[in-house]
T-cell receptor
Framework: SAVISQKPSRDICQRGTSLTIQCQVDSQVTMMFWYRQQPGQSLTLIATANQGSEATYESGFVIDKFPISRPNLTFSTLTVSNMSPEDSSIYLC????????????????FGPGTRLTVL | KNEVEQSPQNLTAQEGEFITINCSYSVGISALHWLQQHPGGGIVSLFMLSSGKKKHGRLIATINIQEKHSSLHITASHPRDSAVYICAVRPHFNFGNEKLTFGTGTRLTIIP
């Protein structure tokens, strides 16, 4: 199973600034995802990070606001641009990988999250 | 209406009690995940089910595909089990597109 680390674990930022979140996986994975979890809410998929091509964004999320890089199969970054207090959330990196269950379906693993507060 | 419904939303129990968290979904699925989210925000994958029952330590997960329902049980609950438990499904029509649909979570608090 994949082990995921994220940096930073938390940050407090000023309105109008940008923050880049890093996600590192201990093995090569094809599928990497970025999620947002607003306070008291469930997880919402922002985009799928594709290696070697542009990320695929979900409805309501755009590249100018959430640029994503995926330079290789073990690393991705998400930038939250021109932040406002509404961007205060937990941002989670996730990967799909073969798990230990022996299932024909891949398991999905999550990072420890980045807790962002925008003042 | 959310495609994935969890109950209860909040659950407080005494240490040692048997805990059940329920998840109902409205679409055909290829797999169902149970996730645990700690107060810091990190998420741990507990189970992935496509049929039957799985057990890991004090945790048991069951799924009934015909009834579109899954349960997560915790035996001999402990304060360290206090967390938010999230049910997520991978709908059939998304197979190959790999998108999970999440429930809103059940906040479990175990009192010593």
């Amino acid at each position: 199973s994949a082990v995921i680390s994220q940096k930073p674990s938390r940050d407090i930022c000023q309105r109008g600034t940008s923050l880049t979140i890093q996600c590192q996986v201990d093995s090569q994975v094809t599928m990497m995802f970025w999620y947002r979890q607003q306070p008291g809410q469930s997880l919402t998929l922002i985009a799928t990070a594709n290696q070697g091509s542009e990320a695929t964004y979900e409805s309501g999320f755009v590249i100018d606001k959430f640029p994503i890089s995926r330079p290789n199969l073990t690393f991705s970054t998400l930038t939250v641009s021109n932040m406002s207090p509404e961007d205060s959330s937990i941002y989670l990196c996730s990967v799909e990988d073969t798990g230990t269950s022996g299932s024909k379906y891949n398991e999905q693993f999550f990072g420890p999250g980045t807790r962002l507060t925008v003042l | 209406k959310n495609e994935v419904e969890q109950s209860p939303q909040n659950l407080t129990a005494q240490e040692g009690e048997f805990i059940t968290i329920n998840c109902s979904y409205s679409v055909g699925i290829s797999a169902l995940h149970w996730l645990q989210q700690h107060p810091g925000g990190g998420i741990v994958s507990l189970f992935m089910l496509s049929s039957g029952k799985k057990k890991h330590g004090r945790l048991i997960a069951t799924i009934n595909i015909q009834e579109k329902h899954s349960s997560l049980h915790i035996t001999a609950s402990h304060p360290r089990d206090s967390a938010v438990y999230i049910c997520a499904v991978r709908p059939h029509f998304n197979f190959g597109n790999e998108k999970l649909t999440f429930g809103t979570g059940t906040r479990l608090t175990i009192i010593p």
